[in-house]
């Protein structure tokens, strides 16, 4: 067999590998949004949040290092930019925080 035909047989291997793995990359992506949507909600009353003076509404906020502007979508402890409403949170874990929301462990993303 010459070296071309080796070759060619080797790409159409792993090109059909690939096309059967494709599917399955995306899946890793759904298995993990899913189980990012049933994670409860942080409730603002809980230990933990009162701790950071988090609110689900930033417009809401009375805080002197709240500034104008500062939410948790735009903030780099949002773990999950693309996730909107709710998403989660490094300070949180095992809980979504509002996108809108907001408290004292801020940081802006850069």
Do not use: I
């Not at 399955?24 to 949004?33: E, K, P, R, V, Y």
């Not at 002197?64 to 735009?74: A, S």
């Amino acid at each position: 067999m010459s070296n071309t035909h080796r070759e060619r047989r080797q790409f159409l291997k792993l090109a059909t590998t690939g096309l059967a793995a494709a599917p399955l990359a995306g899946l890793g992506m759904a298995t993990a949004a899913s189980a990012q949507e049933q994670l409860p909600h942080l409730d603002e009353e809980s230990e933990e949040a009162r701790a950071l003076n988090y609110r689900h509404d930033a417009t809401q906020v009375d805080h002197p290092e709240y500034q104008e502007g500062q939410n948790c979508g735009n903030c780099l402890l949002y773990t999950d930019p693309s996730a909107k409403e709710w998403g989660p949170c490094a300070v949180f874990p095992g809980k979504l925080v509002a996108e809108g929301g907001w408290c004292t462990a801020y940081v802006p993303r850069g």
